[in-house]
Each structure stands twice: as structure tokens, then as C-alpha cells.
């Protein structure tokens, strides 16, 4: 009979190398956009030094960034920043005063 082993990594978040959920997707653009930005320039005719050292330049700084990003925010940072850049602040009321102290009348109904 065959014996099947259980996946116990059900309902657990992505996680490669260390980084979690959505640094992954950062990470791998990030490499993908320098990946066409060095493409395109060395296909413009520039010089490939200069393509070399813009590749690994963008590339390690890429590399470094959503590092620091997932250790300082951890695994659902991102998102908690950008809900809190959604909620106001204060909430304004440009109303005047009196109109809330006026007693609410009824219509009647004909």
C-alpha cells in the first residue's frame, strides 16, 4: 500500500529566501524591469559597460531595498501603510452649527 506524506505548509504564506507575500512580487519586477531597461539601452547602442554597471547597479539596489522593506515591515507591513494612507486624518465638516442644534421637524404628511 502506498503511503502519501501530509503537506503541512497549508495556509501558510509564500516565503523564498526569506522574503514573504508581496516582496516576492516587488523583487521579481524589479529584476524584470532592469532585466528590459539593459536590454533596451544596449540594444539603443550603448556601450555595454555602462549597461553592466546599470544592470548590477539597479539590480543589487533592488535586491537591497525589498530586503530592508521586508524586515523593517514584516509580512503584511505594506498593506497596513497603505490602509493608512486611505483613512483621512480628520474628518471636516463645513457645516455651520446652528444647523445641528435646530430641532428636526416632521413634514406632515397630506
Same mark, same amino acid.
Given at each position: 500500500m502506498? $503511503?502519501?506524506?501530509?503537506? /503541512?505548509? +497549508? *495556509?501558510?504564506?509564500?516565503?523564498?529566501?526569506g522574503l514573504k507575500a508581496q516582496?516576492?512580487?516587488?523583487f521579481a519586477g524589479g529584476l524584470l524591469g532592469t532585466l528590459i531597461l539593459v536590454m533596451i539601452l544596449y540594444m539603443a547602442g550603448t556601450?555595454?559597460?555602462? #549597461? =553592466? +554597471?546599470? *544592470? =548590477? *547597479?539597479g539590480a543589487s539596489l533592488i535586491v537591497?531595498? $525589498?530586503?530592508? =522593506?521586508n524586515r523593517k515591515y514584516g509580512e503584511h507591513g505594506l498593506m497596513k501603510i497603505a490602509a493608512k /494612507? /486611505?483613512?483621512p486624518r480628520y474628518i471636516? #465638516?463645513? /457645516?455651520?452649527v446652528r444647523r445641528f442644534l435646530r430641532?428636526?421637524?416632521?413634514?406632515r404628511a397630506v
Open positions: 502506498t $503511503t502519501y506524506s501530509i503537506n /503541512k505548509g +497549508i *495556509g501558510r504564506t509564500v516565503e523564498f529566501r516582496y516576492l512580487f516587488i556601450s555595454s559597460y555602462i #549597461c =553592466l +554597471i546599470l *544592470g =548590477l *547597479g537591497w531595498q $525589498t530586503f530592508s =522593506l /494612507k /486611505k483613512h471636516i #465638516c463645513r /457645516k455651520p430641532s428636526i421637524t416632521k413634514s
